[in-house]
């Protein structure tokens, strides 16, 4: 049985799915049930100690781990979140707008907007949350959302709550995108495209420059969720914006404060005005308690870094373009990934369950991907490469990789 067989089958007690499915996944091996619930028992490093379900406890190459520039652990960072902690505690006890917040919240705000030559940004709690919120506080029924097909999960669940028109447009393809925009009613005006600076399934960035180009043409505005571009991305790292020459030019540039700078928390940076509308309309903003100061403290020294691009940035692409590279010498399909993001596509989920389980085995921890993240014809392993791994550690996981891709027939 596969995962959406429980969610849409019919029941006569609410607990029934679960029941069902938890007795599925623990009744048969290889049902990917494996590769999940694995326990971190160190802080995320490019070797990772790990418990595994039967409460063994081994080193893995972590490549699974999206604190690509391993700023969770750079003593900058966490120092700047140890005085915070000691000045203001461990938690906010409010919601931003009820004392929730700090004067550092407020300082890291402005390096986000500056960072993006924005006039404002606002910190929402998680980034999941910053889509939801920020996509209902601004769509209505009436008006129409344009989304790539491999946005993420939480801008299509933003879309949905906020009741807007939901359109479409297979992944990438530009061509689609104008079809769409075209055929859009001239009196609806709430118009706005959405799209992921760098997908996370994929690897690949928009192409933001056409997207633009075509959000001008047909009046929308554009907000791009670069949660896997921030720090990676663009002549200084400030993602898919400024790759394609296009900084301050975003009408809703948002990103996660939980990939590059390692933490949790999300951020839009837009004008002054959606700023201020966003703090009093985005639910997920008005109504949850704000990023605890220590995390906030982490993440101005994460700002700092990033602002003077001194994070790491070489080093972690001198990482991707080898496991690149020796992936494709290798026979490897990796789709078009150009960022730290490399997906190993395999296409065929129970072979894909095995290799999993079987590179786990190995000592190489990385993360599965099959449905809904992606069609299950395109289920994949998904790298995710850190500046701290070392040629050794590359090396290491790549005779691994390969040896398992000859035994499954992935090369
Ligand atoms: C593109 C994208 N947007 C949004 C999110 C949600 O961010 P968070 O995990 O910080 O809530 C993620 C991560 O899961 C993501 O990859």
Redesign the pocket.
């Known amino acids: 049985m596969k995962f959406e067989d429980f969610a849409d089958c019919e029941q006569t007690d609410l607990f029934e799915k679960p029941v069902r499915f938890f007795t599925q996944l623990h009744s048969t091996k290889n049902t990917g049930g494996e590769a999940l619930g694995i326990q971190l028992m160190q802080a995320v490093r490019p070797t990772s100690y790990m418990k595994e379900k039967d409460g063994k406890i081994a080193p893995y190459i972590m490549l699974g781990s ?1 604190s690509y520039l391993n700023l969770t652990t750079h003593p900058q960072v966490v120092e700047g979140a140890r005085k915070a902690l000691e000045k203001y505690g461990y938690g906010m006890g409010a919601v931003s707008l009820y004392g929730g917040i700090t004067d550092l919240h407020r300082e890291l705000e402005e390096r986000i907007a500056a960072f993006y030559h924005a006039e404002d940004a606002v910190l929402f709690p ?6 939801i919120g920020t996509i209902c506080a601004l769509c209505s029924p009436g008006d129409v959302i344009i989304n790539d097909s491999a ?2 999960a ?2 299509f669940d933003g879309c949905k709550l906020s009741g807007a028109d939901i359109k479409i447009y297979p992944h990438g393809k530009i061509k689609y995108l104008e079809q769409v925009l075209a055929k859009i009613p001239a009196h609806v005006k709430g118009r706005l495209i959405i799209t ?1 600076g760098v ?2 399934m994929h690897g690949d960035m928009a192409k933001l420059d056409e997207i633009y180009a075509l959000a001008q043409k047909y009046g929308a505005r554009l907000m791009v ?1 670069d ?2 571009g921030l720090g990676i991305v663009g002549p200084t790292g400030r993602g898919t914006a400024e790759h394609f020459n296009l900084l301050g030019k975003i009408d809703l540039n948002v990103g ?4 590059v700078p390692g933490a ?3 951020y839009c940076a837009t004008t002054k005005e959606v700023a201020q509308y966003l703090r009093i309309y985005a639910r997920t903003y008005f109504f949850s308690t704000a990023v605890p100061a220590p995390v906030v403290g982490g993440l101005i020294e994460v700002f700092k870094l990033l602002e003077a691009d001194q994070a790491g940035r070489t080093q972690l692409w001198q990482n991707i373009t080898y496991l690149r590279t020796e992936l494709q010498k290798r026979g490897f399909n990796i789709g078009s990934s150009e960022s730290g993001i490399v997906p190993i596509i395999v296409g065929d989920e129970p072979k894909l369950i095995q290799f999993v389980n079987d590179l786990r085995a190995h000592g190489v921890y990385v993360n599965i991907v099959t449905y809904p993240a992606v069609r299950r014809k395109e289920c994949r392993v998904r790298l995710c490469v850190m500046k701290e791994l070392t040629k050794e550690d590359l090396d290491k996981a790549l005779a691994v990789i390969t040896e398992q891709g000859k035994k499954y027939g992935i090369i």
């Open positions: 999206n998680s980034g999941y949350g910053t889509n946005n993420h939480s801008i992921d997908f996370s969720d949660a896997h996660m404060l939980s990939k949790i928390g999300g």
